[in-house]
């Protein structure tokens, strides 16, 4: 029916039924979105409530979004599913109009694959928090361990080193340090398993025998059968280790094993030039090698507990930023719906006044009152001139929340500026005179409806920022390779304790209900984007200056 063409102008299915429920009308974008449509009734068995209803008689047709569409004096609204090849989701509209229903199905797909990403976000919120507990309380076991090791009744110096430290370096090397003054070594050394029978050199004392640092030793079967066993090795040798120059004179080599329990990690060995016999110490020996293997293995897992804490918080960081980015491509998204809407609504009927304009202006030609000619005359003037600004606007409102930019584009950084000005002129008209300091800059590859939010950002909050009237200050500037853009006004200033948290998110100066804390957060990863640089410049009651700095060539 003619009368129904307009609704071939909605981006939304319409759909129109009279009141013997035949189908009278389907315009252009229900014809796209159900392209299987055959007839009422099998249209509504695959369109049922997105959210249970609970049926109250047996005919369960009359439980049907679009039955309860169709039986309803009221206007009537409802979320619904549509299986077809794969699951979409509307939220129906229904009026009535005479004798007919005019049914609005608006797409609303992606916003409720929207929140199903926010509730899985959510899960994975409370997954981490959880995961954050555990780790709580992994740091408390093992103080608990360290606190129970403390209670130790220690033997000697030693004991105390390594209950005093978790740094395995530094134990070690105070422990084979210690161990050589009382064994009067002149050599010493911590050497960890590396294979079978084979031992790497990591701590050395004296410090000028390091050049031994990392070389892989071994030793006879003899010697390597009594470290597995447990036990201290003392003897006079030659060879100090099987690769080893001998010496000139038999030394004292002593061989420490260091066992975790069953497991071998290493042996600490010491040389001496004193014949002495060990079996007084063999115990305090014994004790150490049990507290240096008990420390070996807690330093192993405190790394590995250090590991995961920077995991975690590299993870909460990952989120955070994640969080950021949902948000601000949410805003963009229904900025982007809302202008386009905004835009059509206002071309149609422009483009009936421009129309009408130009019929007119040659109207007026044909009219002999000279006086009444001239009065028309100016009106079409000032009624055109008042087109062409709606038009610009509309189209300065398209340019800005161009959302299909997945590409660097080439970009006027000026132009943009003058283009986020004529959006926020509303705001600036009456708070501020706005100088312009625009050098001539070269095109530069960049995201400009990108840069365009973090121009308008910065703008509106420098005229949030002046209390009575201002002056905005726009400079544009090369310097070293970088396109420079500052922003700079007279208004409050910001807190000198504040100026390092300004960029964090949900931190704000203003208001409830005036700012969210998101705007200099987005607008600095924006900035990170481009490879570039936002700081800025404040002083209480003197004014504010943010700066932006992208490099030229940030393609």
Do not use: W
Request: a neutral charge; charged letters at 25%; glycine letters at 4%.
């Amino acid at each position: 029916m003619k009368k129904f063409e307009v609704f071939n102008n909605f981006n939304d299915p319409v759909l129109i039924i009279d009141g013997s429920k035949n189908v009278i009308y389907k315009n252009r974008a229900f014809e796209n979105h159900f392209s299987d449509f055959n007839c009422l009734q099998k249209f509504s068995h695959k369109i049922n409530f997105y959210v249970d209803v609970c049926a109250i008689s047996d005919d369960m047709s009359a439980y049907s979004p679009i039955s309860q569409a169709l039986i309803s004096d009221e206007p009537y609204t409802a979320i619904v599913n549509y299986r077809s090849v794969q699951m979409k989701y509307y939220n129906i509209s229904a009026f009535k109009r005479a004798k007919y229903s005019i049914l609005i199905f608006k797409d609303i797909t992606s916003d409720i694959a929207l929140e199903k990403y926010k509730d899985e976000n959510s899960r994975l919120t409370d997954k981490l928090k959880e995961v954050y507990k555990d780790y709580q309380n992994l740091l408390k076991t093992n103080q608990d361990n360290q606190n129970q090791a403390l209670k130790m009744i220690l033997i000697n110096k030693i004991s105390n080193i390594i209950r005093e430290s978790i740094d395995i370096s530094k134990v070690l090397t105070s422990a084979i340090g210690e161990l050589s003054s009382m064994l009067n070594a002149f050599k010493a050394y911590y050497a960890g398993l590396d294979g079978e029978n084979e031992f790497k050199i990591t701590e050395i004392y004296p410090k000028k025998n390091e050049n031994l640092t990392g070389k892989v030793i071994s030793y006879d079967e003899n010697t390597y059968s009594k470290i597995l066993k447990k036990e201290t090795v003392s003897s006079h040798c030659i060879k100090e280790y099987n690769e080893a120059k001998p010496f000139t004179l038999p030394v004292v080599r002593i061989i420490l094993p260091i066992y975790h329990l069953d497991n071998l990690l290493g042996i600490i060995v010491l040389l001496s030039r004193q014949k002495r016999d060990l079996s007084a110490e063999i115990n305090i020996l014994e004790s150490i090698s049990a507290q240096l293997g008990n420390a070996i293995i807690q330093a192993s897992l405190f790394q590995q507990i250090n590991e995961q804490k920077d995991e975690l918080q590299d993870t909460l960081k990952e989120l955070k930023e994640t969080q950021l980015q949902l948000i601000h491509s949410e805003k963009m998204a229904s900025l982007g719906q809302l202008v386009a809407g905004v835009a059509h609504e206002i071309n149609t009927p422009i483009g009936s006044i421009k129309s009408n304009n130009g019929i007119m202006t040659k109207l007026i030609k044909q009219i002999q009152d000279k006086d009444l000619a001239e009065m028309l005359t100016e009106t079409t003037r000032i009624d055109k001139l008042a087109i062409d600004r709606i038009s610009n606007l509309v189209v300065s409102l398209k340019k800005f929340v161009r959302l299909d930019e997945e590409e660097l584009q080439e970009a006027d950084i000026n132009k943009e500026l003058d283009l986020t000005l004529d959006l926020i002129y509303h705001e600036t008209k009456h708070k501020a005179e706005i100088v312009k300091n625009y050098a001539e800059l070269p095109m530069i590859k960049c995201y400009p409806n990108m840069l365009n939010q973090v121009f308008m950002n910065l703008l509106v909050n420098a005229c949030q920022a002046i209390t009575d009237k201002g002056v905005i200050t726009i400079t544009t500037e090369i310097q070293d390779d970088n396109l420079i853009v500052k922003i700079k006004d007279n208004g409050k200033g910001i807190k000198k304790e504040n100026l390092n948290k300004i960029f964090d998110a949900g931190f704000t100066t203003k208001s409830v209900g005036v700012g969210t804390g998101l705007g200099l957060a987005i607008s600095s990863k924006i900035i990170q984007k481009h490879n570039g640089k936002i700081s800025v410049n404040s002083e209480e009651n003197i004014g504010t200056e943010f700066i932006v700095a992208i490099p030229v060539g940030h393609a």
